[in-house]
């Protein structure tokens, strides 16, 4: 079966510190990767996406994230983080058909310190 | 405000009680998903609608557990005879497949139910 891990459950940082989330997922095929961002008291948004090409995407607010086919990892990184980068990230794949159903990592809390 | 919506926000019921969700997709997305997230974890997969077909189900869906698109529009999730293991948020989301971006999918707020 499809899984995502997320290697942070809980990251700590000062503002303008450089930021890097682990993902991690298992499947063979080809897969369409994700990373969503819960801000407090908000909804999951979009972050940013690969679905082929270029394995480097930028997504919005300065994020961007490396696809690795060779070590299964898609990780979010941002070179300086700010106090409202605080929010909860979360990895995601689609199956293995085509519905679309996107299977998610545990999530990382981000808390950006001022 | 186009967005997927979801009512009610929040519900409060008594175990074995009978709950129900409405999601309101994007309105030209033809497909639709239900997750649920606990506490500390990621989103699960439960369900999703393709216009009013209800194409796949999650082992995690029980018997107590129902939904529906009618008519290709919004959708509601029920829960019958609830238990306290039933606490969760329950997220709807939809997509538009066929297009470029088959696979993005834009989340509403979510419904948090506690069982008491």
């Known amino acids: 079966a499809q899984s995502v891990s997320q290697h942070n459950h809980h990251v700590i940082l000062s503002e303008a510190a450089s930021l890097e989330l682990g993902c991690n997922y298992s499947?063979?095929?080809?897969?369409?990767l994700f990373w969503y961002v819960q801000y407090p008291g908000q909804h999951l948004q979009l972050l940013l996406k690969y679905f082929s090409g270029d394995p480097l995407v930028k997504g919005i607010k300065g994020f961007e994230a490396e696809f690795i086919k060779s070590k299964f990892s898609f990780n979010l990184r941002k070179p300086s983080v700010q106090w409202s980068d605080t929010a909860e990230y979360f990895c995601?794949?689609?199956?293995?058909?085509?519905?679309?159903?996107?299977?998610f990592g545990q999530g990382t809390t981000l808390q950006v310190k001022p | 405000d186009t967005g997927v919506s979801q009512n009610p926000r929040h519900k409060i019921t008594k175990r074995g009680q009978n709950v129900t969700f409405r999601c309101d997709p994007i309105?030209?997305?033809?497909?639709l998903y239900w997750y649920r997230q606990t506490l500390g974890q990621g989103p699960e997969f439960l369900t999703y609608f393709q216009n009013e077909a209800q194409l796949e189900k999650s082992r995690l869906l029980s018997d107590r557990f129902s939904a529906e698109r009618p008519k290709g529009s919004f959708s509601t999730l029920e829960i019958q005879r609830t238990e306290q293991g039933d606490s969760a948020m329950y997220l709807c989301a939809s997509s538009s497949a066929g297009q470029g971006h088959s696979y993005e999918q834009y989340f509403g707020p979510g419904t948090r139910l506690t069982v008491t």
């Open positions: 499947y063979g095929g080809t897969v369409n």
């Open positions: 995601a794949v689609t199956s293995s058909s085509n519905t679309g159903k996107l299977i």
């Open positions: 309105s030209e997305h033809n497909r």
